[in-house]
T-cell receptor, first 110, second 117 residues
């Protein structure tokens, strides 16, 4: 699996946006970019995914660089419930499993 | 509930004992995964089932670990002769084989925390 690189941790204030970067310079043309997050004492949960175009859903937005070697997960207004570990994962189009790295631990200050 | 259910939520055992961890996936999900998560690390893939068969067991660390899914629904992860290094949270996930939304989303349970003394 192609590797991703994320910062270990990020802090944010409540109600402010959070931009989580992910580098994936060895991404292949058939790799989707997936984001999951893991709240304390829970299993990971799906956040968003994309291939080439920017994506929005009710949880977040995903901005993908034109060369696809990096992406940014955007939480538009952080709440205390968004404090979690966020994982950026590459998954082949025909693939079935997710390979998790260490992720980015997001702390939200009230 | 409608989510992935894992039992027990916590298991404390002694070194050398046998342990079984159970996963009840979302109804209709044919794909089932087991992951292991040590403190401070991301989940590590163990095994993947399509239906009743293990399609990929490349993540099982050694032959003390075994998993079954005899009827294509509930799965059991079995660990023989447990060691202290087996202490971790064991996560189960399920998914549709053909996802109409094309997200490939895995739905995770809350995990079974195993402590080997």
């Amino acid at each position: 699996d192609a590797k991703t690189t994320q910062p270990n941790s990020m802090e944010s204030n409540e109600e402010e946006p959070v931009h989580l970067p992910c580098n994936h310079s060895t991404i292949s043309g058939t790799d989707y970019i997936h984001w999951y997050r893991q709240l304390p004492s829970q299993g990971p949960e799906y956040v968003i995914h994309g291939l080439t175009s920017n994506v929005n859903n009710r949880m977040a937005s995903l901005a993908i660089a034109e060369d696809r070697k990096s992406s940014t997960l955007i939480l538009h207004r952080a709440t205390l419930r968004d404090a979690a570990v966020y994982y950026c994962i590459l998954r082949d189009m025909g693939g079935y499993k997710l390979s998790f790295g260490a992720g980015t631990t997001v702390t939200v200050r009230a | 509930g409608a989510g992935v259910s894992q039992t027990p939520s916590n298991k404390v055992t002694e070194k050398g004992k046998y342990v079984e961890l159970r996963c009840d996936p979302i109804s209709g999900h044919t794909a089932l995964y087991w992951y292991r998560q040590s403190l401070g690390q991301g989940p590590e893939f163990l095994i993947y089932f399509q239906g009743t068969g293990a399609a990929d067991d490349s993540g099982l660390p050694n032959d003390r670990f075994f998993a079954v899914r005899p009827e294509g629904s509930v799965s059991t992860l079995k660990i023989q002769r447990t060691e202290r290094g087996d202490s971790a949270v064991y996560l189960c996930a399920s998914s549709l084989l053909r996802d109409p939304r094309n997200t490939g989303e895995l739905f995770f349970g809350e995990g079974s925390r195993l402590t080997v003394l």
